[in-house]
């Protein structure tokens, strides 16, 4: 930073030289004689050679960009000479010695971020500089997945863009496999993703605009960089990103960050996030040691008078933002942000400002002229409006402010200051919107498969007798018949087909009649009832169709009278949008049917299919809310006792029925959101 660069350089005078310890004894000045810098191996050493030994370790800071180590020597001159000596030794470019009066300040010029180690040996100070595990300038890389060995060659197969609901920018990758190594990294303003080891198809090389899309993200370049793919967006204003990976596709946000005034450094993210920074300073000021942090940061500081007092700080790569709330929660001191301009001051000096603050914007909102302005209701209800404007819990009018209403027009007149009608307005402008509508559509289904079969037998037994007791006289005979076994076949429904035959002798005297009756019957149905309903969201619809059926009732009185029962085919259904595009749906579906086989002199039986849920569907998509299934299998035997039983001969005495029947009930909704077009998309 530039301001780094002229504070530690120009600022010497009366910035830091005076810290060390406020008791220092007047005694014979030391001084700086030698200093020497070798490298050797990764580890870069620097020795300072004083005239005297040192009491202590020097109190020191250092800054990562432009990356430099300080160390401040009270009651020291500067014995070599010259204020400053270049080396160009490891990552040491030069050191800078500077003396005001009786103070020196040493700033070692690095080319990159070092940590240090200090140690005393007699009349030397030893520094052994080594580098930091994260270079300075380089940009961190968030390894967001590790590459897994895969059977198959990965590509991208698509690229798309869209809006999210917030404003963000959603880039989503399409790969042909799920193991892919993707890296993030914050290029200066660019957000950089590389896919290792992942081709781009000729198609997809290009450079996407996607300025009308109203998001953070400027454009999004896909290029292909030997074996890897990587890809360059572009943002514009404060902007953080969030990145995730689902099966084969990858997604990552660019979300917009709205300004918290209140807030040192901008993001949705806790924790600190400022750049890092150590401090190591004895009973040093507090003014002067929040005056380092503003140079640091580069943000305009107020610091209020009556801030005071001294602190001992010992930090090591922390967050600027940290270290700040530190000596602030030491201090009892508290901060306001106005863009780049921090105030600091005392908890109860700013408690006492915005009080006064507070309690003066009242008082003019009590003597501020009331305006009257009028508000036409587009989509809503004035008197809808007027209840929330109204509302005790948390009225938006003030003590002098009124609504009327004008039904007719469906307008609505406020009186009340300006600030409070801009609030009126932009509440206004969030609520009177259109509705969204939702078509939705239910199919019952009822298919059916019976089987049925029935087995019967009838038996007679005739035998002719002569007129006078002989077995032939002429013509006149006489015939006597008998039914022994009478066990026809009883269907359900229809005629049973009949078998008969006669055995008879040769005299045709006696005879026996045999009648075989049996039916088989196998049916399969299927009924599908579809309603349909078009709602707007929250609001309750119902369609129904169907009959009602009268029966008698019995009143209070004694006598009777005709009252109607409904059997219909209905569905109530109330449904959300969800701000993701889903529906939420609370569902009643009902399907009735009159039953004339149950009927009685009260009236006729109904048959009832009913269904009542809550369900979360996707816009266009189907579920099951509901299945019933029934199976009915029966196998019935009517027989005469012991002839029944006989072997072989047995059936001729039996009457059998096999019945199986299987029904089943299925429920589809589907809902779908109906464009402003009126299209069902």
Do not use: C
Request: charged share 20%; glycine share 8%.
């Amino acid at each position: 930073m530039k301001q780094i660069r002229q504070y530690l350089l120009g600022l010497v005078g009366g910035v830091l030289l005076a810290l060390g310890t406020a008791n220092a004894q007047e005694a014979r000045l030391n001084s700086i004689e030698s200093m020497n810098v070798v490298q050797q191996g990764s580890v870069l050493n620097v020795k300072l050679t004083f005239k005297e030994p040192l009491q202590a370790l020097p109190p020191a800071f250092s800054v990562a960009k432009p990356a430099r180590i300080a160390f401040d020597f009270s009651n020291t001159t500067n014995g070599l000479g010259k204020s400053s000596q270049a080396y160009n030794e490891g990552d040491l470019k030069s050191a800078n010695i500077v003396q005001a009066e009786d103070r020196t300040r040493v700033v070692l010029n690095l080319n990159k971020a070092m940590t240090y180690e200090a140690t005393i040996d007699g009349n030397s100070l030893l520094l052994a500089l080594v580098p930091s595990a994260t270079p300075a300038g380089v940009a961190p890389v968030e390894h967001f997945a590790q590459a897994r060995p895969s059977a198959m060659s990965n590509s991208i197969r698509d690229i798309s863009f869209r809006r999210g609901k917030d404003g963000e920018g959603r880039i989503t990758v399409d790969l042909t496999d799920a193991n892919a190594g993707i890296d993030i990294k914050q290029q200066g303003s660019n957000l950089v993703v590389d896919f290792a080891k992942v081709t781009l198809p000729e198609a997809l090389r290009k450079r996407l605009d996607v300025t009308d899309f109203a998001t953070p993200v400027l454009t999004v370049t896909t290029v292909e960089k030997g074996p890897n793919t990587r890809m360059t967006i572009t943002p514009r204003g404060l902007w953080e990103h969030n990145a995730y990976q689902s099966d084969n596709q990858f997604v990552i946000e660019v979300k917009p960050i709205i300004e918290n005034p209140n807030k040192l450094v901008q993001g949705s993210r806790g924790g600190y996030q400022g750049e890092k920074l150590s401090l190591n300073f004895q009973n040093v000021d507090v003014r002067r040691l929040l005056q380092v942090i503003g140079e640091f940061t580069g943000m305009n500081m107020v610091v209020s008078d009556s801030v005071g007092g001294s602190i001992t700080l010992i930090l090591k790569d922390v967050p600027w933002d940290q270290a700040l709330d530190i000596i602030m929660q030491q201090k009892g001191l508290d901060m306001r942000k106005n863009g780049n301009v921090i105030l600091i001051a005392p908890r109860e000096e700013i408690a006492t400002k915005e009080k006064l603050e507070f309690e003066s914007k009242a008082q003019i909102g009590d003597l501020e002229p009331l305006q009257t302005e009028s508000f036409q209701m587009n989509y809503i209800k004035a008197e809808a409006v007027q209840k929330l404007l109204i509302d005790p819990k948390q009225t938006l009018l003030s003590k002098r402010g009124s609504a009327l209403l004008d039904d007719r027009s469906n307008m609505m007149f406020v009186k009340d200051t300006p600030s409070r009608l801009d609030d009126v307005r932009a509440m206004i402008a969030k609520v009177d919107v259109p509705v969204r509508q939702v078509m939705i559509e239910a199919r019952i289904v009822e298919a059916g498969d019976s089987f049925a079969k029935n087995l019967g037998i009838r038996l007679g037994w005739n035998q002719s007798i002569p007129e006078g007791g002989n077995h032939i006289s002429g013509n006149s005979t006489l015939f006597a018949a008998n039914s022994q076994v009478n066990l026809p076949a009883t269907p359900r429904a229809g005629n049973a087909g009949n078998l008969s035959f006669i055995l008879f002798n040769s005299s045709l005297t006696r005879f026996l009649a045999t009648e075989i009756s049996a039916l088989e019957a196998d049916g399969r149905g299927k009924v599908i009832s579809s309603p349909r309903v078009m709602t707007a969201n929250q609001v309750e619809a119902i369609i129904e169709q169907g009959v009602e059926i009268p029966y008698q009732q019995a009143t209070s009185s004694g006598a009777t009278s005709v009252s109607f029962r409904k059997a219909n085919l209905s569905l109530k259904v109330k449904p959300q949008i969800t701000p993701d595009g889903k529906i939420t749906m609370t569902l009643d579906v009902n399907k009735d049917t009159p039953n004339t086989r149950l009927s009685t002199g009260a009236g006729v039986a109904i048959d009832t299919k009913h269904v009542k849920t809550e369900v979360l569907v996707e816009n266009g998509g189907t579920v099951v809310i509901g299945g019933i299934y029934t199976q009915e299998v029966r196998n019935n035997t009517t027989r005469i006792p012991f002839f029944g039983d006989l072997p072989y001969i047995g059936f001729l005495f039996k009457n059998r029925e096999w019945i199986d029947d299987k029904t089943e009930l299925l429920v589809f909704v589907t809902p779908r959101i109906v464009a402003e077009s009126l299209s069902v998309r």
